[in-house]
């Protein structure tokens, strides 16, 4: 029987959390995307706690126009802020089992952007 879509991703995420883990010197920028909305966190996994986090709902970005994709680059640059202000530059990025295309890839050229290194 094949797998669902759900199911599919949930082993390529366990796949790449085998070798992705973030550290106190290089945490973890996870990704979580639904039909609506985009979120990304910056995670330290040693300590197991949340540095920054970010997401399409939030106030500043919500009332902003544009596609998903626009809305996605904006998500990146504000978790990247967040971080860089939390003292964080280097991060390892976990795509959470999604292709790197799309809303995943904009968020992280948005990350970029804003001077997070990965």
Not at 26 to 42: C, D, G, M, W
Not at 45 to 61: F, H, P, Q
């Amino acid at each position: 029987m094949a797998l669902t879509k759900n199911q599919r991703r949930q082993r390529i995420k366990n796949r790449i959390r085998k070798i992705v883990s973030g550290t106190e010197a290089r945490p973890r920028l996870t990704v979580f995307r639904s039909n609506k909305e985009i979120y990304a966190q910056i995670v330290d996994d040693v300590n197991g706690t949340t540095i920054s986090a970010a997401s399409s709902r939030d106030k500043d970005i919500s009332s902003a126009k544009g596609n998903k994709s626009e809305i996605a680059t904006l998500v990146g640059k504000a978790v990247a802020e967040k971080a860089l202000k939390a003292g964080v530059e280097a991060i390892a990025f976990d795509r959470g089992g999604y292709l790197y295309h799309g809303r995943v890839k904009s968020l992280a050229e948005g990350a970029r952007e804003a001077g997070l290194k990965f």
